[in-house]
């Protein structure tokens, strides 16, 4: 089995130039967890994740009662008012820059493997230098399922 035969597509993405609260909105209308995104020509230039929104354990500092919503630390009770501010961030902003790929004929054992690796939950599958799909962790459920 092949990356194509595993991915996702067409994959949901956005530009850099949205606002933060434009791509939240996107993954919840979308329920997806990444957005790739694309600058004008169609160029792979960034992704975002809801761990990049910093609601993640990693972003909490040992206090547990301070938490950092896009670079911005807050108390539990203020982050509405957080929210509210950041959501009109950029994409670019607040994007990885570094993405790492997988080209569609890449076997599902380097895809494992390079996920396992790099400590990827999703990567985005491409044709050379276009993306055409994404793969996570929860896609490896219907190699699982396959069987049945």
Do not use: C
């Amino acid at each position: 089995m092949l990356a194509r035969d595993l991915m996702n597509a067409p994959v949901v993405t956005v530009s850099p130039a949205a606002t933060v609260g434009a791509a939240a909105r996107l993954m919840l209308d979308y329920d997806v967890s990444v957005l790739p995104v694309l600058d004008e020509p169609g160029n792979l230039v960034g992704i975002l994740s809801h761990t990049d929104f910093g609601l993640h354990p990693r972003y909490r500092p040992l206090a547990h009662n301070v938490y950092t919503l896009l670079g911005a630390s807050t108390a539990p009770q203020h982050i509405e008012d957080v929210s509210r501010r950041v959501s009109s961030r950029t994409v670019r902003d607040v994007m990885r820059r570094q993405v790492i790929t997988v080209q569609q004929d890449a076997t599902i054992g380097e895809v494992t493997e390079l996920m396992l690796r790099r400590h990827i939950n999703r990567l985005p599958v491409m044709d050379g230098a276009k993306l055409v799909g994404i793969i996570t962790r929860h896609d490896f459920l219907k190699l699982i399922a396959a069987d049945q």
